[in-house]
């Protein structure tokens, strides 16, 4: 998560995100938030939302 935001400010700084900084955290917080849902489940409630093969 804090790779994708610091990229995601550096492209900004340099000019490759185009946008105001309200603009850059009305797209990014959401980004920033589902990552974070995604990397906080825990490696038994992942396996336990899996398929289960026959």
């Known amino acids: 998560m ?6 995601i400010l550096a492209d900004w700084l340099h000019d490759s995100v185009p946008g105001s900084p309200a603009e850059l955290a009305d797209h990014l917080w959401p980004l920033l938030l589902a990552l974070h849902r995604a990397g906080s489940r825990s490696p038994a409630a992942a396996s336990a939302a899996a398929p289960r093969r026959p």
């Open 2 to 7: 804090a790779a994708t935001f610091t990229g």
